[in-house]
């Protein structure tokens, strides 16, 4: 069955400090993954997407993701935190028949930043 | 261009009632997912439709069920309210133009039941 893990639960970085989130994914054929960021009381807006072709992937707010396939990971980076950044972010693989109609997400990783 | 709207922004029902949750998908847009998210968790996957013929089911009972409109909007609607219910209801749209078209999220509609 398809899945999601995010092993952390509740991140706190420094703000300037770099940020690592991580994921790993169970799915059966070449997935279709993505990060979407939760501000409170919010809807999830998409940071960056993965389907094919190069490994790294550059998204919004200067989050970057890679693709692991040996590994079954897409973590989530950012070289330097931002306070703004503090959210509620999650990771999610694309299935079913259209892949990107059903999200399966993981529990998420909340992201407090220190000053 | 407007995001996906949804309403209402947040709901207060009792045990037992029925609620109709609404989306309006983004301009051009002609599918739309509904998804649960319970405090504390990931959105967990309801439903999607395309073209008004429900093209996914997740994991929910009969009591959940869904429609789409001629103008793509859709409703969600519940019946038989259990607490267990409460939780924060997100729509998203996609035009299914392609199979790597992204899902773009609505603000959600906030459902307690008490």
């Known amino acids: 069955a398809q899945s999601v893990t995010q092993p952390d639960i509740h991140i706190t970085v420094s703000e300037g400090a770099s940020l690592e989130l991580r994921c790993n994914y169970s799915?059966?054929?070449?997935?279709?993954l993505f990060w979407y960021v939760q501000s409170p009381g919010q809807g999830l807006q998409l940071l960056l997407k993965?389907?094919?072709?190069?490994?790294l992937v550059q998204g919004i707010k200067g989050f970057e993701a890679e693709f692991k396939r040996s590994q079954s990971s897409f973590n989530l980076r950012k070289p330097s935190v931002h306070w703004s950044d503090a959210a509620e972010y999650f990771c999610?693989?694309?299935?079913?028949?259209?892949?990107?109609?059903?999200?399966?997400f993981g529990q998420g990783t909340e992201l407090s930043v220190k000053p | 261009d407007a995001g996906v709207t949804q309403s209402p922004t947040h709901l207060i029902k009792t045990r037992g009632q029925q609620v109709t949750l609404r989306c309006s998908p983004i301009s051009g847009h002609k599918s739309v997912s509904w998804y649960q998210q319970v405090l504390g968790q990931g959105p967990q996957f309801i439903f999607q439709y395309y073209e008004k013929e429900e093209r996914g089911r997740g994991n929910f009972p009969d009591r959940f069920s869904a429609r789409q409109f001629p103008n793509y909007s859709s409703e969600l609607n519940v019946n038989a309210l259990l607490l267990g219910d409460s939780a924060l209801y997100l729509c998203?749209?996609?035009?299914?133009?392609?199979?790597?078209?992204?899902?773009?999220f609505g603000p959600g509609t906030r459902l307690t039941v008490l």
């Open positions: 998203a749209s996609r035009t299914l133009a392609e199979l790597t078209d992204t899902q773009y």
């Open positions: 999610a693989v694309g299935a079913g028949d259209n892949q990107g109609g059903k999200l399966i």
């Open positions: 799915y059966g054929a070449t997935p279709y």
């Open positions: 993965y389907f094919s072709g190069d490994t």
